[in-house]
């Protein structure tokens, strides 16, 4: 059974939404876009950039104290070549979020220049978060606004309708209205998706997860897996990922009678604990 086979694409709900985004992109000046650092082209919906065109944009690599940080400065290079502004930012820790408002001033500094010469001295600033769910906009927004005013929930589409904050000197952030769902098309998406957290694990078969995770782990080898599990690095290319499975569980005591490994524990401890960083800070995709 294919992970993709169980996670579903709203056509109807995403339409909606992009038309309401689309209505809501001529009060802003410019878009604020959030993504998984560990998954930045997972976590994305590809219509972004039809919606947002030239409005100016800045991406926001959310979680980046869970990524590897080497594959999130080649992130932000691959960005900045595009012309796009990108910071590594972490809502837990509040990491990277004083930049945010003086690289949205920068971004914006022409339209602030020609306001100034028209004698608006201290012209207001609009933005938009975009972001598909789960990739931590209300947790930005709580930490950026210093106030609990956006509900935090970790799972899917918890905010809903237009919500503005307003921050000091005359800066303000728009929620995006609606639910920006990603295109689970790409069965490589869906699993990245689910491995992060971001679609719900009791529609997905665990132990599949927990394998395809695996494919993963073994290909990039985090010293900081191999340690946690006394792991061998050279002999993991060789094992199959449901035997590493197996073996990680046994040496975790996940055994059930007649000595059989109880695979469907390992599973879940194995996703908790990549969801917790508990194996590592690991960028699960690259720019390439």
Known sequence: MSVNQNIQWFPGHMTKTKRMIEASLKLVDAVV??????????????????????????????????????????????????????????????????KFIPECRKLLKEYIEKKQAKGIKNPSIRVMIVGIPNVGKSSFINKIVKKNRAKVEDRPGVTRGNQWFTLDRGFELLDTPGVLWPK???????????????????????????????????????????????????????????????????KRGMLMSGGHVNTERASAMLLDEFRAAKLGRVTLELPD
């Open 184 to 250: 689970f098309e790409d069965q490589m998406v869906g699993e990245r998706l689910a491995f992060t957290g971001a679609v719900k694990d009791q529609i997905l078969d665990t132990e599949l997860l927990a394998v395809r995770l695996l494919d993963l782990l073994k290909e990039i080898k985090p010293q900081s897996f191999i340690e946690r599990f006394s792991l061998d690095a050279e002999e993991m290319s060789d094992i199959d990922s449901y035997d590493l499975l197996q073996l990680i569980g046994k």
């Open 33 to 98: 876009e959030i993504k998984d650092a560990r998954i930045p082209v997972s976590s994305t919906n590809p219509d972004i950039d039809g919606l947002v065109g030239k409005k100016p944009r800045i991406i926001l690599l959310n979680k980046c104290d869970m990524a590897d940080p080497v594959s999130t400065n080649k992130w932000i290079e691959f960005y900045n070549k595009k012309g796009i502004k990108a910071l590594a930012i972490d809502c837990r820790s509040g990491k990277g979020l004083d």
